[in-house]
């Protein structure tokens, strides 16, 4: 009797506890798991749960200290900093939290790195990027297409604004595509979680920092997807955006801060951004158009992030970090850069060459003027005594000119003359070669708007394949696609034919595609693996003509090699003059051209065709 009255005492005991330590709960804890030998030794953890902001907190490891605890105006928001040094071993961390007597214990795991971030090697000129938007590329898994738990959306291929259902297994499912291609690196826009109202298919709207978008795949594919990538020998870009979140991130529902988010009155005050980059670097600017551009929201949907808050832009240099190391990612494109705070983007990349070196990191930067772009690029003078830290910036002033001059004939500073022109600036860029260009993206027009004009799409692809750049092309241009965004992005973001069973035009396979298509298809192939490991292009000096009776001319030369690039930038034939090029032939006159195979003799002149483009490899 006794015994069974002890058991039961017992069992009410463990019971209590039980109850007890389940109403001290923690949710979630960001980021899940951390490594040991990073650089930074600091390690913020953003711990969630009911009222768990007034917990006491015993962390029990070797070698790691809580160097403080941060307490945010939500109650149930607690930040944890700790510091992990260099030599901490990979385990198991026991976090303790206490509360009014109850005490919950989550273990946190702390992983070894798999490679120093000296050893990790970012995207350079030797590389071309293929930008594509995945719930547009190709559908390998349908089963995820229509996911429950979701905010409401709908997949529909007939509506532009709307999921289609691409995902990151259509992706997998054709990576022999980019390397017959011959691209180098493949950018995805962002793959992280979208739950927003309507699906958010381009991915700008961030629900979870930490998680891939379910209708996408998981982490775990995201991880395989790369790992497949790498075997393939090439990289992965991840494209990123510090400046907004989605605005059905919990962030916003339970706001850990009034200062976590700019303007966070906004449904009694709504401020938007002006679009107007100009007062970043302004010496003139007012108070009032600077803080429009820099903490007004991109549009409503997307709450605008107070880089200025050290939690938020610690919590967001950890999320980079994360990636890199978590699923060993090659490079990163950081959306809508100068909309945020520039000392706190200064920060985040100083912090990140010191981590990974040899990493690269590009900003989204949108102004036409090389002043303006150049004025980003690390180690600028334009910008001194500040110091952006960021290796690569955009070239909207090439995607500009050349988008004029496909209309235009060369003449003076038309046509080709505003190339000649862009690049003529290049002296106010620390590193030109860091410099990414492009000539379209999933922001803009379509370069071939609703036309089929193959002769200048040829021209552009030659201009941007052998410029000092880093060249970046969109997803489809190479068999032809077009479109213009007209009411809606959505007609420049059309799927890619044959991403979907059924399609009638298979661009993997080249099945139903036209003749046109076909040899656009492939000329872009052979201009991809001619530059691919040509150190003349990715490394070699630029020297160039001023277009002349509406020929551009210029030279790339590394040692005793070179390469000669002629196009005839007008509608018509055209004759070239050798005696106007001379300086270039003192050494060699013969030649072969790279697009026909076929030898060029320079002794003598030639008449160039319509829209001509020639790459001559010198002998």
């Given at each position: 009797m006794l015994r069974n009255i002890y058991i039961t005492f017992v069992l009410s005991v463990v019971t209590i506890l039980n109850m007890d330590a389940s109403s001290l709960k923690v949710t979630r804890i960001d980021p899940s798991f951390w490594y040991v030998g990073m650089k930074q030794t600091s390690l913020q953890l953003m711990v969630y749960g009911p009222d768990i902001r007034d917990a006491q907190v015993k962390v029990d490891y070797p070698q790691v200290i809580v160097d403080s605890i941060v307490k945010l105006e939500s109650p149930n928001y607690l930040l944890l900093y700790l510091n992990i040094p260099v030599d901490a071993a990979p385990g198991n961390m026991k976090i303790t939290f206490s509360q009014k007597g109850k005490q919950l214990t989550k273990l946190y795991e702390l992983k070894q790195r798999t490679r120093k971030g000296d050893d990790r090697q970012g995207f350079t000129s030797a590389d071309v990027l293929y930008l594509l938007m995945p719930d547009r590329f190709a559908n390998g898994n349908p089963a995820n297409d229509q996911l429950k738990n979701m905010s409401p959306y709908v997949v529909d291929r007939n509506n532009p604004n709307l999921r289609h259902g691409g995902d990151l297994a259509g992706i997998e499912k054709h990576l022999d595509y980019f390397t017959d291609l011959g691209v180098t690196a493949l950018w995805f826009t962002p793959v992280l979680e979208n739950n927003m109202k309507g699906g958010s298919y381009h991915g700008y709207?961030?629900?979870?920092?930490?998680?891939?978008?379910?209708?996408?795949?998981?982490?775990?594919?995201?991880?395989?997807?790369?790992?497949?990538?790498?075997?393939?020998?090439l990289k992965v870009v991840m494209d990123m955006i510090f400046n907004h979140c989605g605005s059905e991130h919990p962030w916003l529902s339970d706001m850990p801060s009034k200062d976590w988010f700019n303007h966070s009155d906004y449904k009694n005050h709504y401020v938007q951004t002006s679009y107007r980059l100009t007062p970043v670097v302004d010496p003139y600017a007012s108070k009032k158009d600077l803080d429009e551009t820099t903490n007004g929201w991109f549009v409503p949907s997307m709450p605008d992030l107070n880089q200025t808050n050290p939690h938020v832009m610690r919590y967001l240099i950890q999320n980079s970090k994360f990636w890199i190391e978590y699923a060993n990612i090659d490079g990163i494109r950081m959306d809508t850069y100068p909309y945020a705070d520039y000392d706190a983007m200064s920060g985040w990349m100083k912090e990140m060459n010191e981590e990974y070196p040899n990493f690269n990191i590009v900003g989204e930067v949108w102004c036409t003027e090389p002043a303006y772009s150049a004025y980003w690029q690390k180690d600028s003078k334009l910008s001194s005594p500040r110091n952006s830290n960021l290796k690569t910036v955009m070239d909207f002033g090439f995607y500009s000119k050349i988008n004029m001059a496909k209309h235009e004939e060369t003449d003076g500073d038309h046509g080709l003359g505003r190339i000649y022109d862009n690049l003529v600036y290049d002296y106010l860029y620390p590193n030109p070669q860091s410099v990414m260009a492009f000539f379209e993206n999933h922001d803009t027009d379509r370069f071939l708007g609703n036309s089929s004009d193959s002769a200048m799409l040829k021209q552009a692809y030659v201009i941007l394949l052998t410029l000092p750049r880093i060249p970046q092309l969109y997803y489809g241009?190479?068999?032809?696609?077009?479109?213009?965004?007209?009411?809606?992005?959505?007609?420049?973001?059309?799927?890619?034919?044959?991403?979907?069973?059924?399609?009638?035009?298979?661009?993997?396979?080249?099945?139903?595609?036209?003749?046109?298509?076909?040899?656009?298809?492939?000329?872009?192939?052979?201009?991809l693996h001619w530059r691919n490991g040509n150190e003349v292009i990715s490394k070699g000096e630029m020297k160039h003509f001023i277009p002349l009776n509406g020929i551009y001319v210029y030279q790339r030369k590394l040692n005793d090699k070179r390469v000669i690039v002629i196009l005839n930038g007008t509608n018509k034939s055209n004759e070239f003059k050798v005696s106007d090029y001379s300086e270039l032939f003192i050494q060699s006159h013969v030649g072969r051209d790279v697009i026909n195979g076929q030898s060029v003799d320079f002794s003598t002149g030639f008449t160039l065709a319509p829209r001509q483009s020639m790459i001559v490899e010198m002998q």
């Open positions: 709207a961030v629900t979870d920092y930490y998680k891939i978008d379910p209708r996408f795949g998981t982490n775990s594919d995201y991880v395989h997807l790369i790992d497949s990538v790498h075997h393939k020998g241009t190479e068999v032809m696609m077009n479109g213009v965004k007209n009411v809606t992005d959505g007609y420049v973001r059309k799927d890619f034919p044959g991403g979907w069973q059924g399609d009638k035009v298979n661009a993997f396979t080249g099945d139903g595609l036209t003749p046109m298509q076909v040899n656009m298809h492939d000329f872009v192939k052979t201009l």
